[in-house]
């Protein structure tokens, strides 16, 4: 590679870090301080740490969901090069716009080696198995919302659909590619890579979620009460909030929706100090998440080739 490639490549890698890192500043700009202060305590800073080891826990699922759905296209990749694509993709959301998270996952995919259109597939994919889920592990926090949360009722029938004929799934992903020219996922995908995109996504959520009943728990809530409705909202909160495309992943939108949420289960301002609390998480966990899996990648190993053992032929020497 020429060194004004290598250059370019280094500068847009440094600008995709400096504006996720200024959507990040802007998501939380003005509200460190009030949650700080809402949570002042050792056992407040025992359950907050617990809540954001339940994040990265969380994390770590989604990756292995995504991974999988890499695996089923065909590009199967070691832990260190997926995880180092996933955990610093996921950093495009803190971007305005819809398209940097998609671009972040070509380029360094491309540096492994993984075709643009098959990681544009991947993307696909992925984001119409978390949309899935999402709407599916909503359904917890439905009676919550009212009338407004009806529309998850259809979100039952096409999961279990899914779930028995993963084929439905993959003609939705192949219009989709076809449309954005990219190709479309191969005629050998498997039936299981998307069950367990599917369930390791489902389980994404689920201990993800984890991290804002505990919040609530510390607020007031019912643990019994508050455990369902957390971990719907949570997983309907982020989707809203990812889909709401002007603003640093979602602010201000996923804050609105896990207010209506948890207001069935805490006092208005109760629910808005979780709700902001839940961001100032959330955001550390990706940041954590994202940091160390550059220290884990960081070192390039190099593969060496086998020594294969050359024959020299003797030839006789007569005296």
């Known amino acids: 590679?020429?060194?004004?490639?290598?250059?370019?490549?280094?500068?847009?890698?440094?600008?995709?870090?400096?504006?996720?890192?200024?959507?990040?500043?802007?998501?939380?700009?003005?509200?460190?301080?009030?949650?700080?202060?809402?949570?002042?305590?050792?056992?407040?800073?025992?359950?907050?740490?617990?809540?954001?080891?339940l994040k990265a826990l969380g994390q770590l699922a989604g990756?292995?969901?995504?991974?999988?759905?890499?695996?089923?296209?065909?590009?199967?990749?070691?832990?260190?090069?997926?995880?180092?694509?996933?955990?610093?993709?996921?950093?495009?959301k803190y971007i305005p716009g819809p398209v940097w998270g998609v671009l972040a996952y070509v380029r360094l995919g491309g540096a492994v080696g993984v075709g643009a259109g098959r990681m544009v597939t991947a993307y696909l994919l992925n984001t119409v198995v978390v949309l899935l889920t999402a709407a599916v592990v909503g359904l917890l926090c439905?009676?919550?919302?009212?009338?407004g949360g009806l529309w998850l009722l259809a979100a039952a029938p096409l999961a279990l659909a899914v779930l028995w004929r993963p084929r439905m799934l993959l003609r939705v992903v192949s219009g989709a590619a076809r449309l954005l020219r990219r190709e479309p996922p191969s005629a050998d995908f498997s039936d299981r890579s998307v069950r367990a995109a599917i369930g390791l996504e489902t389980l994404c959520w689920a201990v993800s979620g984890l991290h804002l009943?505990?919040?609530a728990v510390l607020l007031g809530a019912s643990p019994g009460q508050a455990l369902p409705v957390c971990l719907g909202a949570f997983a309907l909160a982020t989707v809203v909030g990812a889909l709401t495309l002007v603003v640093p992943d979602g602010a201000g939108t996923r804050e609105l929706v896990l207010l209506a949420a948890?207001?069935?289960?805490?006092?208005?301002?109760?629910?808005?100090?979780?709700?902001?609390?839940s961001r100032v998480v959330c955001t550390a966990a990706e940041l954590l998440g994202a940091g160390g899996v550059l220290l884990l990648t960081s070192r390039k190993k190099i593969d060496r080739l086998p020594e294969i053992p050359v024959k020299v032929p003797v030839t006789e020497t007569r005296a």
């Open 1 to 53: 590679m020429s060194r004004s490639r290598r250059l370019l490549r280094t500068a847009l890698a440094a600008t995709f870090l400096a504006a996720a890192t200024a959507g990040m500043g802007a998501v939380l700009w003005g509200h460190g301080d009030d949650v700080l202060a809402m949570f002042s305590g050792p056992r407040a800073t025992a359950l907050l740490g617990c809540a954001l080891l």
């Open 63 to 92: 990756w292995a969901s995504w991974r999988a759905g890499l695996t089923g296209l065909g590009a199967p990749l070691p832990a260190r090069q997926s995880a180092r694509i996933y955990f610093l993709a996921l950093l495009g």
């Open 142 to 147: 439905a009676p919550g919302l009212g009338a």
């Open 213 to 215: 009943w505990l919040i």
């Open 262 to 277: 948890l207001s069935a289960v805490l006092p208005w301002a109760q629910a808005g100090a979780a709700a902001l609390a």
